[in-house]
């Protein structure tokens, strides 16, 4: 794939990159140096590889899922204006 002089100032404007006119070649030079090295990559054969979420093997970290009610209703409605039962009061906004 090649870019073109055209792809290169639409890339800038989409980026709203200021590009000007003699930096359109050596921007679309990189450009095609690095859909070149995206093709490359296209080409390796990664079918008996595992997909990966690090390079170092690591198990994560898991706690026991519990379910509770928080414990802790007092202290978050204890700044509130007005609550009761441990739910906080605002006044009616809809008629």
Excluded: C, W
């Amino acid at each position: 794939m090649s870019v073109d002089e055209k792809t290169v100032r639409r890339i800038a404007h989409l980026a709203r990159i200021a590009v000007t006119d003699e930096e359109v070649g050596p921007l679309g030079a990189e450009l095609n140096t690095i859909l070149a090295f995206v093709e490359q990559l296209g080409m390796v054969d990664v079918s008996g590889v595992e997909p990966m979420t690090s390079v170092l093997p690591m198990a994560m970290k898991k706690r026991e899922d519990a379910v509770t009610d928080g414990g802790r209703a007092d202290a978050v409605v204890a700044n509130a204006p007005e609550t009761e039962d441990n739910y906080f009061l605002v006044p009616k906004v809809v008629e």
